[in-house]
């Protein structure tokens, strides 16, 4: 069974950047699409990119596109998530997640119930 771990989270100031990682156990690691997510206090879990299995192709919500930037090492079993121009309402806990590639839709990119396995998440908060 896949295990995720983020690491990388911290406090910033507004402006600021922060590279989160996402360390995988095993090889199968790069057979799945990698989605970054985030979930702020009393809001619901919200998609924020995520990186197709060989990591060709990419997508942003819009509250993030041209600020971050995702990523995957295979060779390592390691994704990042590279968020610059950080605002305090980017604060929220940040989890990395798997998902099977014969599944994927455009459609689904987001869809929580898709995602099979997830990290623990990682805080980020962004404040004075």
């Known amino acids: 069974q896949l295990q995720l771990v983020e690491s990388g989270g911290g406090l910033v100031q507004p402006g600021g950047s922060l590279r989160l990682s996402c360390a995988a156990s095993?090889?199968?690691?790069?057979?799945?699409?990698i989605g970054w997510f985030r979930q702020a206090p009393g809001k619901e879990r919200e998609g924020v990119s995520i990186?197709?299995?060989?990591?060709?192709?990419?997508f942003y919500a819009d509250s993030v596109n041209g600020r971050f930037t995702i990523s995957r090492d295979n060779t390592k079993n390691m994704a990042y998530l590279q968020m610059h121009s950080l605002q305090p309402e980017d604060t929220a806990v940040y989890y990395c997640?798997?998902?099977?590639?014969?599944?994927?839709?455009?459609?689904?990119?987001?869809?929580?119930?898709?995602?099979?396995?997830w990290g623990q998440g990682t805080q980020v908060t962004v404040s004075l």
């Open positions: 997640a798997a998902r099977a590639q014969n599944s994927f839709t455009w459609s689904s990119r987001f869809v929580i119930d898709h995602y099979r396995y």
């Open positions: 095993e090889d199968t690691f790069r057979h799945y699409i």
């Open positions: 990186i197709s299995d060989g990591g060709g192709t990419t």
